[in-house]
């Protein structure tokens, strides 16, 4: 009798071709998930870098207006909104004669 199950072999194809399928199947996926893992890292990656060089960037810019001292330069941001220094409104930003940001009230700006 055992001679009789160790020479019956139908089916063991079947079940070697089925063994293979599973283990490519899951190189197949397990490279599928790699691949989005490092597409994933290299976009926060580029994203990070994009924005490290526009930070640096508008930093230069910064520092090239103030030491210009030209327009609304370091010195204009010291001496306050009334452009005179030793006044109370020393230190407070002024953006322009374009902006006033007490002037407006419930959506109605006054001159």
Excluded: P
Excluded at 14 to 20: D, G, T, V, Y
Excluded at 40 to 56: F, G, N, V
Excluded at 82 to 100: A, H, M, P
Aim: proline share 0%; aromatic share 10%; net charge negative.
């Amino acid at each position: 009798m055992v001679k009789h199950v160790v020479s019956n072999e139908h089916g063991g194809a079947f079940f070697m071709a089925m063994f293979c399928m599973v283990l490519v199947s899951v190189m197949g996926l397990t490279a599928l998930y790699v691949a989005n893992t490092e597409l994933t890292e290299s976009s926060k990656q580029y994203e990070m870098a994009k924005a490290l060089y526009l930070a640096e960037g508008g930093l230069e810019r910064a520092i090239l207006e103030l030491q210009s001292g030209l327009g609304n330069g370091w010195d204009d941001e010291v001496a306050g909104v009334d452009g005179e220094t030793g006044t109370v409104d020393d230190g407070i930003l002024s953006f322009g004669d374009q902006v006033d940001c007490f002037a407006y009230n419930a959506g109605e700006t006054t001159s």
